[in-house]
């Protein structure tokens, strides 16, 4: 017979990890579903024909057009004005008036190049912006593969990265799974350039691209000088 005070250690371990585990799990962000906007902000209906996952093959084959993804996040990083609702509409502009490239950058808090491109991009930001770039990061993934992020893991991210643009939360990729596959274990960092004209998706990668002037300013680059697929 094991000794009373072993069991009472074998109990109270056992309740930890129990405390542990619901912890981890209550720690993750519910992400609902909310409601999407099926307009954007002058009243113009999202586009619903030519919807899926496939980027651009070139200058004369079209890609589909994004679906109408919505998530929870900061606008701007601003934590302050707490949670908002963003839909893919709030940047559809068909002619282009005040977004020339839609930059989805895809990362999780446990990887390493995902801050690399955090603070690429936050160095970048303003003159990307000021070109009409509208710069958006979906976190799908906290500290631990594959789980999260928690609320908590986003806000520290901002904080740490001093993040100037918009992030949202999608946990374990439930929205934007269908790009890798679906599946929690999203292939971080994950970029998407789309034409807020049509919502067409441009191109899609894996890997940090380096250098955000560059890739993005491909895509403004086209807009500029190509004439809209749909």
């Keep these: 017979m094991r000794p009373a005070h072993l069991l009472r250690s074998i109990a109270s371990l056992a309740v930890v990890a129990s405390i542990a585990c619901s912890s981890s799990s209550a720690d993750e962000f519910s992400d609902p579903d909310v409601p999407a906007r099926n307009a954007n902000p002058q009243g113009v209906a999202y586009p619903t024909d030519n919807v899926g996952w496939t980027a651009r093959a070139n200058a004369k084959l079209p890609g589909k057009r994004i679906p109408n993804l919505t998530f929870q996040g900061y606008l701007d990083s601003n934590r302050s ?124 990668d894996s890997g940090y691209p380096d250098d955000a002037n560059k890739y993005v300013g491909a895509a403004l680059d086209f807009v500029a000088t190509t004439p809209p697929s749909y």
Aim: proline content about 6%.
């Design 81 to 204: 004005a707490g949670l908002k609702v963003v839909s893919l509409a709030d940047f559809y502009d068909p002619k282009a008036e005040k977004y020339k490239a839609l930059h989805l950058q895809v990362a999780a808090t446990w990887c390493p190049n995902c801050r690399s491109q955090a603070r690429d991009t936050v160095a970048k930001r303003d003159g990307l912006v000021a070109r009409g770039a509208a710069l958006v990061e979906i976190i799908v993934a906290g500290n631990t593969h594959g789980a999260g992020p928690s609320l908590g893991e986003v806000d520290s991210w901002i904080d740490e990265h001093k993040t100037n643009f918009t992030v949202l939360i999608d946990v374990r990729a439930k929205r934007l799974g269908p790009f890798a596959g679906g599946g929690a274990e999203f292939p971080v960092p994950f970029n998407v350039l789309i034409d807020p004209r049509t919502m067409e998706i441009l191109r899609i």
